[in-house]
């Protein structure tokens, strides 16, 4: 569960989001560790950042295996949570697109979306 409004949303193309999406691309939300409680139990993966070494952290739910959230050793005050796991169209759209370098020339971006390479 989760109060208030995240601190961004972004779309990320790196191979890692595509790999654990399944899809072309992943889209998350990012809260401060403080909006965010966290229940029942979770399984976890942890994969190292090929460029800067950064530690990330999926929890994955025990019961379906769907990404709950990911923890990341370079902000451990924030948590990042797949837009997918809210299930609702109403939220907020993405604000900032990261490794487009690693883009799907098919992909189209939002129009008022920030390029950060």
Known sequence: MVEGDPRRVSICHCLACQRR?????????????DQVRITGTSRTYTRVSDEDGEQRTSHFCAECG???????????????????????????????SVWEERMHNWVQLPVKVQHIQ
Do not use: E, K, M, N
Not at 21 to 33: L, P
Not at 67 to 95: H, M, Q, R
């Open 66 to 96: 769907a990404t709950v959230y990911i923890a990341s050793s370079s902000t451990p005050d924030v948590l990042i949570i797949p837009v997918g796991a809210f299930a609702d169209p109403g939220f907020p759209s993405p604000t900032v």
């Open 21 to 33: 999406t399944g899809s072309a691309f992943g889209v998350q939300s990012r809260f401060d560790r």
